[in-house]
């Protein structure tokens, strides 16, 4: 396990390495931040002092250097637009949208996994015609249209819900969250559910072909022939095997949605990170966008490491070994 | 046989498909009592595994057991509420399977697997249903039956692994097992160490068994009386030792013929000629006909169930001989 942990982490530091030199050079290319920054009218000698102070008249592999000695010191640059820290402008949205992105995740699964049984163990039926074709629409209809389509009907047709901010922050156990007001929580369904909608779609078809593949396998067979209901049948003896694939995608489509969620939160307003990012491209912040990018890349690789340890802890032919 | 345990009269199971009814089993009677071992041998394709299945309830659908009666210990099963069928199962009847591999669920610790069996079927509390449980690991042969409780499957050896199932059927006590070729997969030597357990266990706690097999020579070791399926039929059945050296049957008889060890060193083998049949397809009256040396026009009818003493047989033309 040791060796497990100490080769995962020298490979993270690899890969966090070359994303680097990647998003730096990547940014670089884009164009030069001193036409936004800087007024109009401003004079050449202004233009070149400004030049100067933002270390954008060095060459790129200084810059990238002096880039690399700050972030071994933990200092992801300073933003050119706020000036502060770029790492504390992150950190500031992340909570809005790791809250975005949890409940996304949450509802994926809660909705998801029992409407993917349903279809599954009554296949051919026009309950499962109707959830597969659901989750069809759910997979293919763009993001931003869905998010839309949820806007018109329950915020200007039916005027149940609001349709842009994030409401008041509430605080529960010391965390900042919308769940502890109701207007939080009326401001954070919308956007919650359009980020999960392909994630719920996901989830149903990856759930149904897992009980499609399992039910009729000897063990579920046995089960029967133990006597155990079919409720623990379902609940236990299937779900705990569909489980392991669920888990791996889930892990990997939940870093996704807190990388992603950049058009819901442009649709709904929301004040998070996407946003952040969203800004910063336009503006050429560039310290910034690399902090955001490597700060991402940071998130994926631990929940990488979270999927590998729930695996382990779901399947125990990885956590024992091979057969003794 | 005053009270037998189980007695099938007549059972008739199909299977609707697209092309036609697949009459799986279609009119197969035979009994078996207290502290007995009925074989019920036949070719893939024989109807006995559906058999089996259709005593404990299990016939996978669109399958349905359509005609005859299942009385055990006098009560029709045909026809019982699923709720009642699943307090008999695993309680009263309880089956092993043919792959001890695929039997047991692979991320469910075997002390798991064992514990919701007892707990199906007895309000007992967690920690006694795990000492039934090691107990019963104990009488199977499991060394160190309390440790083995929180291994999984993949930590076992086929054979052991059917123990566990064995163990796991036994935990109850039932009246009566099914077994459905439990030892085809496994070496011969731990094949022949289980045969030696179950015969001893099946007399010594008085339970009545079914031994589905192919193989005539298992049976003929274990089984006190013999049944010949083919095509969906019970077509000769009687005592062990009287079914093996005086077979009535002409397909007995083939099937006696073409056993490796029954021939003479370096003299042909004598296989049965052509094919099963396919189930969709039977010739009419006896379904042996088309493969049979003795067959004359009358054999298109239906061959009507004659006994002598303790054998009965379908056939127009039975033989009695004695075959080596």
């Given at each position: 396990m040791t060796v497990f942990i100490i080769r995962r982490l020298s490979q993270s530091l690899l890969v966090l390495f070359l994303t680097s030199i990647i998003v730096f050079a990547g940014i670089y290319a884009i164009g030069n931040p001193i036409d936004i920054l800087?007024?109009?009218?401003?004079?050449p000698a202004e233009r070149e002092q400004a030049i100067r102070a933002l270390g954008l008249d060095r060459s790129l592999i200084e810059q990238y250097g002096t880039f690399v000695w700050n972030a071994l010191h933990g200092d992801l640059g300073r933003s050119?637009?706020?000036?502060?820290?770029s790492i504390d402008l992150i950190f500031n949205r992340m909570p809005a949208t790791l809250e975005l992105a949890f409940v996304a995740l949450a509802l994926s699964l809660i909705l998801g996994i029992p409407l993917g049984l349903w279809a599954g163990l009554k296949p051919g039926t026009a309950l499962d015609e109707t959830v597969m074709t659901g989750s069809i629409l759910g997979f293919s209809l763009p993001n931003f249209w869905q998010g839309m389509m949820l806007i018109m009907i329950?915020?200007?047709?039916?005027?149940?819900?609001?349709?842009?901010g994030r409401g008041e922050v509430g605080s529960v156990l010391g965390i900042h969250t919308s769940l502890a007001t109701w207007s939080g929580l009326t401001h954070l369904i919308l956007p919650a559910v359009n980020l999960a909608l392909f994630n719920i779609s996901l989830v149903i078809r990856l759930t149904r072909s897992g009980v499609r593949e399992t039910m009729p396998l000897d063990f579920v067979k046995f089960a029967r022939a133990k006597g155990l209901s079919e409720r623990r049948i379902v609940s236990v003896h299937v779900l705990k095997n569909i489980l392991i694939p669920i888990v791996t995608v889930v892990g990997v489509e939940f870093g996704s949605l807190v990388a992603f969620a950049i058009v819901t939160e442009t649709i709904f307003a929301w004040p998070g990170m996407g946003k952040l990012l969203i800004d910063s491209i336009m503006r050429l912040d560039r310290p910034v966008v690399v902090a955001y990018l490597l700060v991402v890349v940071t998130l994926f690789i631990v929940i990488n490491f979270v999927v590998d340890l729930l695996y382990s802890l779901l399947d125990p032919r990885i956590r024992l070994g091979s057969a003794s | 046989m005053s009270n037998p345990t189980l007695v099938v009269e007549n059972l008739q199971t199909h299977f609707p498909t697209e092309k036609g009814?697949?009459?799986?089993?279609d009119g197969v009677s035979f009994e078996v009592g207290r502290g007995e071992v009925l074989g019920l041998v036949g070719e893939s394709g024989s109807g006995k595994s559906i058999t089996g299945f259709s005593i404990l309830g299990l016939?996978?659908?669109?399958?349905?057991?359509?005609?005859g009666r299942i009385l055990f210990q006098g009560r029709?099963?045909?026809?019982?509420?699923p709720h009642e069928m699943r307090k008999l199962r695993g309680h009263k009847i309880a089956m092993i399977f043919q792959d001890p591999m695929m039997?047991?669920?692979?991320?469910?610790?075997i002390g798991t697997q064992m514990v919701e069996t007892v707990l199906a079927h007895e309000n007992v509390s967690v920690k006694e249903a795990r000492a039934r449980a090691r107990d019963t690991l104990g009488m199977v042969g499991i060394p160190s039956p309390e440790e083995r409780l929180?291994?999984?499957?993949?930590?076992?050896?086929g054979g052991m692994r059917q123990r566990v199932a064995i163990a796991i059927a036994l935990l109850h006590r039932p009246d009566l097992i099914i077994a459905d070729?439990?030892?085809?997969?496994?070496d011969v030597t731990i094949q022949s160490q289980i045969l030696a357990q179950i015969q001893a266990l099946s007399r010594d706690l008085g339970m009545a068994l079914v031994w589905i097999s192919h193989d005539l020579g298992v049976v003929a070791g274990l089984a006190h009386r013999i049944a010949v399926m083919y095509a969906g039929r019970v077509v000769e059945s009687g005592p062990t030792d009287h079914v093996l050296d005086y077979p009535v049957h002409p397909y007995t008889i083939g099937l006696l013929q073409s056993?490796?060890?029954?021939?003479?060193?370096?003299a042909p083998l004598r296989a049965i000629p052509?094919?099963?049949?396919s189930p969709l397809n039977r010739p009419s009256g006896c379904a042996f006909r088309t493969r049979?040396?003795?067959?004359?026009?009358?054999?298109e009818n239906e061959p009507p169930l004659d006994d002598a003493g303790s054998m009965a047989w379908r056939c127009f033309h039975p033989q009695a001989r004695r075959v080596a």
């Amino acid at each position: 396990m040791t060796v497990f942990i100490i080769r995962r982490l020298s490979q993270s530091l690899l890969v966090l390495f070359l994303t680097s030199i990647i998003v730096f050079a990547g940014i670089y290319a884009i164009g030069n931040p001193i036409d936004i920054l800087i007024a109009g009218d401003a004079t050449p000698a202004e233009r070149e002092q400004a030049i100067r102070a933002l270390g954008l008249d060095r060459s790129l592999i200084e810059q990238y250097g002096t880039f690399v000695w700050n972030a071994l010191h933990g200092d992801l640059g300073r933003s050119f637009v706020f000036n502060q820290p770029s790492i504390d402008l992150i950190f500031n949205r992340m909570p809005a949208t790791l809250e975005l992105a949890f409940v996304a995740l949450a509802l994926s699964l809660i909705l998801g996994i029992p409407l993917g049984l349903w279809a599954g163990l009554k296949p051919g039926t026009a309950l499962d015609e109707t959830v597969m074709t659901g989750s069809i629409l759910g997979f293919s209809l763009p993001n931003f249209w869905q998010g839309m389509m949820l806007i018109m009907i329950f915020s200007v047709w039916l005027g149940w819900l609001p349709s842009t901010g994030r409401g008041e922050v509430g605080s529960v156990l010391g965390i900042h969250t919308s769940l502890a007001t109701w207007s939080g929580l009326t401001h954070l369904i919308l956007p919650a559910v359009n980020l999960a909608l392909f994630n719920i779609s996901l989830v149903i078809r990856l759930t149904r072909s897992g009980v499609r593949e399992t039910m009729p396998l000897d063990f579920v067979k046995f089960a029967r022939a133990k006597g155990l209901s079919e409720r623990r049948i379902v609940s236990v003896h299937v779900l705990k095997n569909i489980l392991i694939p669920i888990v791996t995608v889930v892990g990997v489509e939940f870093g996704s949605l807190v990388a992603f969620a950049i058009v819901t939160e442009t649709i709904f307003a929301w004040p998070g990170m996407g946003k952040l990012l969203i800004d910063s491209i336009m503006r050429l912040d560039r310290p910034v966008v690399v902090a955001y990018l490597l700060v991402v890349v940071t998130l994926f690789i631990v929940i990488n490491f979270v999927v590998d340890l729930l695996y382990s802890l779901l399947d125990p032919r990885i956590r024992l070994g091979s057969a003794s | 046989m005053s009270n037998p345990t189980l007695v099938v009269e007549n059972l008739q199971t199909h299977f609707p498909t697209e092309k036609g009814i697949v009459k799986a089993v279609d009119g197969v009677s035979f009994e078996v009592g207290r502290g007995e071992v009925l074989g019920l041998v036949g070719e893939s394709g024989s109807g006995k595994s559906i058999t089996g299945f259709s005593i404990l309830g299990l016939v996978d659908p669109p399958g349905k057991v359509v005609g005859g009666r299942i009385l055990f210990q006098g009560r029709d099963l045909v026809g019982l509420p699923p709720h009642e069928m699943r307090k008999l199962r695993g309680h009263k009847i309880a089956m092993i399977f043919q792959d001890p591999m695929m039997t047991l669920n692979p991320v469910l610790s075997i002390g798991t697997q064992m514990v919701e069996t007892v707990l199906a079927h007895e309000n007992v509390s967690v920690k006694e249903a795990r000492a039934r449980a090691r107990d019963t690991l104990g009488m199977v042969g499991i060394p160190s039956p309390e440790e083995r409780l929180s291994a999984y499957p993949h930590q076992f050896s086929g054979g052991m692994r059917q123990r566990v199932a064995i163990a796991i059927a036994l935990l109850h006590r039932p009246d009566l097992i099914i077994a459905d070729e439990p030892t085809t997969a496994l070496d011969v030597t731990i094949q022949s160490q289980i045969l030696a357990q179950i015969q001893a266990l099946s007399r010594d706690l008085g339970m009545a068994l079914v031994w589905i097999s192919h193989d005539l020579g298992v049976v003929a070791g274990l089984a006190h009386r013999i049944a010949v399926m083919y095509a969906g039929r019970v077509v000769e059945s009687g005592p062990t030792d009287h079914v093996l050296d005086y077979p009535v049957h002409p397909y007995t008889i083939g099937l006696l013929q073409s056993v490796a060890a029954n021939a003479p060193r370096g003299a042909p083998l004598r296989a049965i000629p052509g094919m099963a049949p396919s189930p969709l397809n039977r010739p009419s009256g006896c379904a042996f006909r088309t493969r049979c040396s003795f067959a004359t026009p009358i054999c298109e009818n239906e061959p009507p169930l004659d006994d002598a003493g303790s054998m009965a047989w379908r056939c127009f033309h039975p033989q009695a001989r004695r075959v080596a």
